[in-house]
Every structure is written in C-alpha cells, then in structure tokens.
C-alpha cells in the first residue's frame, strides 16, 4: 500500500507536470519525490507517467490513478482538519 508521503508526490508531480515542481511545492528533495513516483509505478506495475519535452505527463491509467490520488489527499486534509483541535475563545 502506497504511504501517504508517495501519494501526495504522485498527485503534486500529475497537477504540476514536473517533479522539480512537485518537490517544491511539498517542501521536498527532488529525489524523494522521483522515489516516492517510482514506488507508485513498482506498486502499479505500470508506467503512469511518459515524458512530453520537458514535462511529465499522466499515462491513461496513470490519470486514474492520478484522480484517485487527489482524493486520498483531500481525504487526508479533512481528516487533519477534523482532528485539529478547536481553538479556545
């Protein structure tokens, strides 16, 4: 089962188009995000990405992967939010 870590990965490089991005935007090494893409892929045993120039673009199965992957992490930021404590006023 894909970590949570490798999912938001998955998901930020299929909006971006690049893992340069992806890293970015998650605050993380580009090798991590490259290894978190290739974990998805190991586990999918599928290619879910093809190169297009420079950009990285979702493979058909790889968007239906990539669409599952955007709930899992807005599931996962409702659940953060739903476990958050409420402020005192």
């Known amino acids: 089962m894909p970590t ?13 188009g690049s893992m340069r991005e992806a890293a970015k935007e998650l605050l993380i090494a580009d090798s991590t995000v490259s290894k978190h893409v290739g974990a998805i892929e190991a586990k999918a045993s599928a290619r879910l990405f093809t190169r297009v120039k420079r950009r990285f673009v979702t493979t058909k199965r ?12 807005e599931a996962h930021g409702a659940l953060l939010a739903a476990l958050a404590p409420v402020a005192s006023q």
Not at 4 to 16: G, P, Q
């Open 4 to 16: 949570i870590y490798e999912i938001r990965s998955f998901d930020a490089v299929a909006r971006l």
């Open 62 to 73: 790889g968007q239906e992967v990539a669409d599952l992957a955007r709930q899992c992490v």
